[in-house]
């Protein structure tokens, strides 16, 4: 699995993903779209990985570009596709 | 602005190829990519469609040709080697359809490329009017459409360039500093974007080629040995490009789609 750019992260990531990559093969894909099985780990590992991004201030350059998705850039890229 | 263009067909189904999306990192082709992180990620209620937000970091340097123009000491010596790159992707399991967009995060001023993808699953109806009558032939198939901007504003007023958090954890924008006299006299404004542009275009074609290799190995993975056939292959990956002597001898199946590419200048 992927690491993450937490390496104290790592463990509850790959639980995380473990949970993640059952659930989405087994019952996301197959229909059942509304069960939330990682829901609690997921929760784990944000609150892990969160604490990170807010010490090395990753976490406002998230959210600035997040939010460029309705950029010039974008505009114009629909107009000529 | 320039674009770049590429359509794919991988011979798996709709379900294989986006599970193999969110499985793609570490491939052999993936060397470069360092950490992969979930930000954000939730079924909308409404549409029951999968959302995801993802962080990567990368290895990449800015290429020595862009480094050239700049004006000193812009892009250079705080060139960290690395990039953050925001992914975000909507899987539609029912119209058998995902879309992704990735994005880097810094140096956006200097040359902010924009990769989407449409990843559509296709329908035996539509493989009979590729195909004729070949249509049994295979199972499953999905087709993939990438497109690629670029776009350099470069010398148009403030740069919006940002450099990498310090370890305080604060984050500096910089504006652009008046070039030295003579910098833009060889080259016009326009002439340097679209230099920068066309440098991205061409490290591009590469990069979505690897990217395309390191697919058909999660996906080949996944057909042979399911999920545990991924994450197996995946902790050789590791080994092989973090241990001490990385035995990276392995012969990998070769992608068996059908390829084309075409490159627009979008001026």
């Given at each position: 699995?992927?690491?993450s750019?937490?390496?104290?992260?790592?463990d509850?990531?790959e639980?995380y993903?473990?949970?993640f990559?059952?659930?989405?093969?087994?019952?996301?894909l197959?229909?059942n779209?509304?069960?939330?099985d990682?829901?609690?780990?997921?929760?784990?590992?944000?609150?892990?990985?969160?604490?990170?991004?807010k010490?090395?201030g990753?976490?406002?350059?998230?959210?600035?570009a997040?939010?460029?998705?309705?950029?010039?850039?974008d505009?114009?890229?629909?107009?000529?596709s | 602005?320039?674009?770049?263009e590429?359509?794919?067909?991988?011979?798996?189904?709709f379900?294989?190829?986006s599970?193999?999306y969110f499985?793609?990192?570490?491939?052999?082709y993936?060397r470069?990519?360092?950490t992969t992180?979930?930000i954000?990620?939730?079924?909308?209620?409404?549409t029951q469609?999968?959302?995801?937000?993802?962080?990567?970091l990368?290895?990449?340097?800015?290429?020595s040709?862009i480094?050239?123009?700049?004006?000193k000491?812009?892009?250079?010596?705080?060139?960290?080697g690395q990039?953050?790159?925001?992914?975000?992707?909507?899987?539609?399991?029912?119209?058998?359809?995902?879309e992704?967009?990735?994005?880097?995060?810094?140096w956006?001023?200097?040359?902010?490329?924009?990769?989407?993808?449409n990843?559509q699953?296709?329908?035996?109806?539509?493989?009979?009017?590729?195909d004729?009558?070949?249509?049994?032939?295979v199972?499953?198939?999905?087709?993939?459409?990438?497109?690629?901007?670029?776009?350099?504003?470069?010398?148009?007023?403030?740069?919006?360039a940002?450099?990498k958090?310090?370890?305080?954890?604060d984050h500096?924008e910089?504006?652009?500093?008046?070039?030295?006299?003579?910098?833009?006299?060889?080259?016009?404004t326009?002439?340097?974007?679209?230099?920068?542009?066309?440098?991205?275009?061409s490290?591009?074609?590469e990069a979505?080629?690897?990217?395309?290799?390191?697919m058909?190995?999660?996906?080949?993975?996944?057909?042979?040995g399911g999920?545990?056939g991924?994450?197996?292959?995946?902790?050789?990956?590791?080994?092989?490009?973090f241990?001490?002597e990385?035995?990276?001898?392995?012969?990998?199946?070769q992608?068996n789609?059908?390829?084309?590419s075409?490159?627009?200048?979008?001026?």
């Open positions: 699995m992927a690491a750019i937490a390496p104290e992260c790592n509850i990531k639980k993903d473990t949970c990559l059952k659930w989405y093969s087994e019952k996301y197959r229909g779209t509304s069960s939330n990682c829901e609690a780990l997921f929760k784990n590992y944000k609150g892990c990985l969160n604490k990170v991004l010490e090395r990753i976490d406002s350059m998230l959210d600035d997040r939010k460029s998705g309705s950029s010039e850039t505009a114009e890229f629909l107009k000529k | 602005m320039k674009f770049f590429n359509k794919f067909t991988y011979d798996y189904s379900p294989a190829v599970l193999a499985l793609r990192y570490p491939n052999p993936s470069h990519v360092l992180d979930v954000d990620r939730y079924v909308d209620p409404n469609r999968l959302h995801t937000i993802r962080l990567h990368k290895k990449s340097k800015v290429p040709g480094l050239k123009l700049l004006p000491g812009m892009g250079g010596s705080d060139n960290s990039s953050y790159i925001l992914e975000k992707t909507i899987v539609d399991p029912k119209e058998g359809w995902m992704t967009e990735s994005r880097n995060m810094e956006t001023g200097i040359l902010s490329v924009v990769e989407k993808q990843y699953r296709l329908t035996s109806e539509d493989r009979l009017a590729l004729g009558l070949a249509v049994d032939k199972s499953e198939q999905t087709t993939v459409k990438t497109t690629v901007t670029f776009r350099s504003r470069l010398g148009q007023g403030k740069l919006l940002r450099k958090p310090d370890t305080a954890g500096v910089v504006e652009e500093e008046a070039p030295r006299k003579g910098f833009f006299s060889s080259l016009s326009a002439g340097i974007q679209r230099t920068i542009e066309l440098i991205g275009v490290r591009t074609r979505v080629l690897k990217s395309k290799e390191g058909n190995i999660v996906l080949e993975r996944l057909r042979s999920v545990v991924v994450l197996e292959g995946m902790r050789q990956d590791r080994e092989a490009a241990g001490p990385g035995p990276w001898k392995r012969v990998w199946l992608g789609g059908k390829d084309r075409i490159e627009n200048d979008g001026k």
